[in-house]
């Protein structure tokens, strides 16, 4: 986490676009649930057990929910962006999704 990212919703080629601020405000809500539950560090250090096998059955399953539901965070994400009416409940992560990050 040594990058600092920034804000896309400073940027100036959004002030005159109502679309792409609520892109940016979107993606940025989808991203920020998604690193709550599963931060960046541990996606990618999760991601390399799987590959060389250090991960349980258990684990690795609830690994690939978690993929599945960063998946669906994202399509949701793209559906909201593009229909300003559209609102309703995130997708739920899998339980037990913060605990394996947590040990990664």
Request: charged content about 30%; proline content about 8%.
């Amino acid at each position: 986490m040594g990058r600092m990212e920034r804000d896309p919703l400073l940027d100036p080629a959004l002030a005159g676009d109502p679309r792409l601020a609520r892109r940016a405000r979107v993606q940025g809500e989808c991203r920020n649930r998604i690193r709550a539950e599963i931060d960046l560090p541990a996606q990618v250090n999760l991601q390399g057990a799987a590959l060389t096998g250090l991960l349980s059955y258990e684990e690795a399953e609830l690994f690939r929910a978690g993929q599945e539901w960063i998946l669906d965070m994202l399509r949701s994400a793209r559906a909201r962006a593009a229909d300003p009416g559209r609102c309703g409940e995130w997708p739920s992560p899998p339980e037990g999704l913060a605990a394996l990050a947590k040990r990664f």
